[in-house]
Nanobody, 125 residues
Framework: QVQLVESGGGSVQAGGSLRLSCVAS????????MGWFRQAPGKEREGVAA???????LYADSVKDRFTISKDGPKNTVYLHLNSLTPEDTAMYYC???????????????????WGKGTQVTVSS
């Protein structure tokens, strides 16, 4: 079982940066795939980035030049660095974890079993 707690959201101006954190409490030695998703009002939840236990990373095309996902294994923490933010990045950002996720489902929300409660990112113009 995995429990996730996100933090680091806030309000920033366009062009600013934030670092989101996700602390994972995992009751097995098996490391899950960790993903970041976001959902804006009236829109579907979309994948942002994901990182595999071995370090492989995937990004949505809309963020891959601006966001960076990373992890600190000993701290069981996954980070999402958001740079060059625009108002279009405004959303609730969720941390997610899952096992047995195929490569082509890495940024698909339905592939993940465990979810945090989210942290709000608001970007003003």
């Amino acid at each position: 079982q995995v429990q996730l707690v996100e933090s680091g959201g806030g309000s920033v101006q366009a062009g600013g940066s934030l670092r989101l954190s996700c602390v994972a409490s995992i009751d097995t030695p098996n490391r899950p795939v960790m993903g970041w998703f976001r959902q804006a009002p009236g829109k579907e939840r979309e994948g942002v980035a994901a990182i595999y236990p071995g370090g492989g990373r995937l990004y949505a095309d809309s963020v891959k030049d601006r966001f960076t996902i990373s992890k600190d294994g000993p701290k069981n923490t996954v980070y999402l660095h958001l740079n060059s933010l625009t108002p279009e990045d405004t959303a609730m950002y969720y941390c997610a974890a899952g096992y047995d996720i195929t490569w082509d489902s890495t940024v698909s929300a339905g592939a993940y079993t465990y979810w945090g409660k989210g942290t709000q990112v608001t970007v003003s113009s």
